[in-house]
């Protein structure tokens, strides 16, 4: 996330700094470091409590229940409260003695200092709240998605908990139309093209997941519940067309000292944005150039563009996804176990099914894993969206060449083997609440875009320069995001300059590479992917160099993995007993 000061993101690391013993103590001996460490457990006790209370779909999605029948104060005032409370609690963090702290705290020490720094940064100076309208439709959207993914409870209890959230949704968007104040007009625009999206997403897809439920009366409090949220959803979008999109007037681009400041908290990386720039556009080149050769070795004497068309007319049959997708997945699996590169905890393997008719229309694919507190829904499954068999044929063909054989392979290894879902099944090993509530994008993204290079550097599809196409064309597009998430934000370029990058440098579609170019625009730090990755990869040189003779990879990663999903610049603490500096050079 971000600090206030390049000086403040150097103490936090340099509080980290251990004497190869995992507890320091005070000349008197132990007691202080025991009372430092129990004051510390008391107050992340603390802030974890107020912070599920205060963020109560957030709870439900991490597998706390006691707030389902609730929703977030979206109100001016509840902002206000939160930046007095956060900055009271920061103070209390900041006042222990990191010095007296066992290893794993002063790591969740530095942790939720970060995150407290980036929830104040977006709350006063970000300021989504009042500059993104898309906040408050999508976000009453999700936590409706949030109540009907998971069976964490009967559907009668689901349904009376999410009627009580949809009274309160009404509130949420009648504090977005006070709290809103000159917008940037592409987060106006974007509100209101995915405003029949957020309806029909209650009016068909919402009711379609509690079919099963027979009470009579819940069933018309929910239809007059959901029927308020589909007007007020409505007239919401009213209100953007005619009376903040005229008035929106404003920058999405933050600026490189709050980009900088971002980067810091949220990732903890402390680097003017020009480096991060060079070494983005050093991975870019490189993988550029890996991506000609590759495809010309493919398609020889054709532009890329075309060996890339090649590979991705060869896919499976709609009928056949499922079946190809699981396959894949054993496929990995059985790879890692037998070459050693990760532990996979647990003997039951993750399942592929067909996305249930609710998920359908919001996601291709999808790893539906529960929370980390989550008691009750414990299944996990790999979701896979097949195409309507109602769509005509030329729709059909081109979303299944979405699904060409490595590009499965590649999406599989990203969410499933050994990536997203193998670094949930660490999470009952995270030695803390506060590394199963908060960590870094660069630590979970950066990860499972590690992991599609590592296993093809491994051996995984020898040989297959089809899997290394797919591969590096995802290397590609997390390099440009990474290029466009600091040049709009700096003003250096525009989004239809960034969509253009998107599809030269990317191969994208037009409309994806607007839709990436776009995201570009709220979410500045969308290089975590290629960062991340990044600081893995040199993170395992430096360990593999300190390790010598001993180092395995299956180590390195199993290590790694149970670390949980602290910023990079900690896990390199905790594993090389100084953080050193973290990026790569840009040669």
Known sequence: MHMRSRVLGTLLLSALAVDGCTRAESPAGAPAAVTADADFQKLSDEFVADYLKRNPAAATYLGVHDFDDQLEDASRAAVDREVADYKQFRARFAAIDPAHLSLANQLDLAQVIAAIDSHLLEDEVIRSWARNPDVYSSSITGTAYIMIKRSFAPPEVRLKALVARERLMLKTLEEGRKNLDNPPPVYTDIAIQQ????????????????????????????????????????????????DLKPRSKGTYAIGADTLEKKYRTDEMVDAPLDRLLAIAEADLARNTDAFSKTASEIAPGKPAKQALALVSSDHPAPSKLLEVSQASLDNLRQFITAHHLVTIPGTTPAKVVESPPFMRALSTASMDTPGPFETKATEAYYNVTLPDPAWPKSRVDSYMRAWYFPQ?????????????????????????????????????????????????????????????????????????????????????????????????????????????????????TYGYYTLGKLMILKLRDDYRAKQGAAFTLQEFHDRFLKLGPLALPLIRRAMLGEAGDPLPATR
């Open 408 to 524: 499965i392979i590649n999406v599989s290894i990203h969410e499933v083997y050994p990536g997203h879902y193998t670094q949930f099944l660490y999470g009952p090993q995270f030695p803390s609440k506060i590394r199963k509530i908060f960590g870094a994008a660069s630590n979970s993204e950066g990860w499972a875009h590690y992991c599609e290079q590592m296993m093809l550097d491994e051996g995984f599809a020898p040989g297959d320069k089809k899997a290394r196409l797919a591969q590096l064309q995802d290397a590609l597009l997390r390099d440009v995001r990474f290029i466009a998430g600091i040049k709009l934000n700096t003003n250096q370029i525009t989004v239809e300059h960034a969509q253009t990058l998107f599809e030269e440098k990317a191969f994208q579609e037009p409309p994806v590479a607007l839709a990436e170019a776009r995201r570009g625009t709220s979410n500045p």
């Open 195 to 242: 405003m029949d999206g957020n309806i029909g997403f209650f009016a068909q897809v919402v009711p379609s997941a509690f079919t099963d439920v027979k009470d009579p009366a819940l069933l018309a409090d929910f239809k007059a519940s959901n029927r308020a949220v589909i007007d007020a959803l409505a007239q919401y979008k009213t209100f953007l067309q005619k």
